[in-house]
């Protein structure tokens, strides 16, 4: 990393054979200039962690067909993501953690089949998780904590059967956590803690086999959705032997701690 300083130059836009460009972790200050359009064959675009003002998404950025990375983490960004979101098809990793983005997120989302990492965390989105997200199954890191999204977590999230990762606390979520996350059988991480969730714990989470650490405190897990009507712990979750971490604390969950869960020698 470097130290380079004062604003991305309009006239980058005549490096029209650039294929990388990787600007991340300056003291780069202004906005990200609406330049991209004539640099089409851009694979990889690295422009977060600056000093910059807060702007939205530069529009021409929607038309880098090639991309397969977009990182423009900590770049003070504002206002939505547009639906022209679903044009980057070639996306592999998108980045447009902490920053200031709000609306909801688009359904068109659900066009970026070929991605594997999705970071969207520390924003102010809002409104429900599109139902398109089932699209992308070949998606393995998936974080959008620290938002407003509400509305309850989709169905189709169980389409995502490579998922490894998945981070939707600090949100305002309700409603119980779907059987089908039993179908993640990759998920390594599991944190739904500081949300709204009401229902009790899925018994699918049982076949979670690569499960590591799942942290859901501070929720309401009910089994009528009513307060003060409370959920318990499901036996089936004697079947993770991968799991250390089981954190439910500050929840509505009341019944006997099932035996099972004591033959989970990697509990920590």
């Known amino acids: ?46 422009l977060g962690d600056n000093l910059y003002s807060f702007h939205p998404i530069p529009s021409s950025i929607y038309s880098l067909e090639y991309l397969s990375e977009l990182n423009l983490q900590d770049s003070r960004l504002k206002n939505d993501i547009a ?19 709000s609306e909801k997120l688009p359904s068109e989302i659900g066009e970026l089949t070929s991605l594997t990492t ?27 904590y620290l938002n407003g999204f509400t509305s309850t977590l989709p169905e189709a999230i169980g389409n995502l059967v490579s998922l490894r990762r998945l981070q939707y606390d600090q949100n305002s979520i309700e409603g ?18 500081d949300n709204l969730i009401s229902g009790g714990l899925p018994e699918s989470m049982g076949d979670l086999s690569s ?9 309401r897990f009910s089994d009528s959705g009513r307060l003060g009507i409370s959920g318990t ?33 990697s509990l920590e």
Do not use: Y
């Open 1 to 46: 990393f470097n130290a380079l300083t004062g604003h991305i130059p309009d006239e980058l836009s005549g490096a029209t054979s650039l294929t990388s460009l990787c600007l991340n972790k300056n003291q780069l200050v202004g906005s990200i200039p609406d330049i991209f359009q004539p640099l089409s064959r851009l694979d990889t675009l690295r």
């Open 83 to 101: 639906p022209e979101i679903g044009n980057l098809l070639s996306l592999v990793i998108l980045r447009l953690d902490n920053n200031d983005l």
């Open 118 to 144: 999705l970071r969207i965390e520390g924003n102010l989105l809002t409104g429900s998780i599109p139902d398109e997200i089932g699209n992308l199954s070949l998606l393995e890191d998936f974080r959008l």
């Open 176 to 193: 119980p956590i779907p059987e089908t996350i039993g179908n993640l059988k990759k998920l390594e991480l599991l944190w739904c803690s």
């Open 211 to 219: 499960l590591v650490d799942f942290q859901c405190f501070r929720n």
């Open 233 to 265: 712990i499901p036996a089936s979750l004697g079947l993770l032997q991968n799991l250390k971490i089981f954190a439910v604390f500050q929840n509505s969950l009341r019944g006997e701690i099932p035996p099972t869960l004591g033959v989970l020698e």
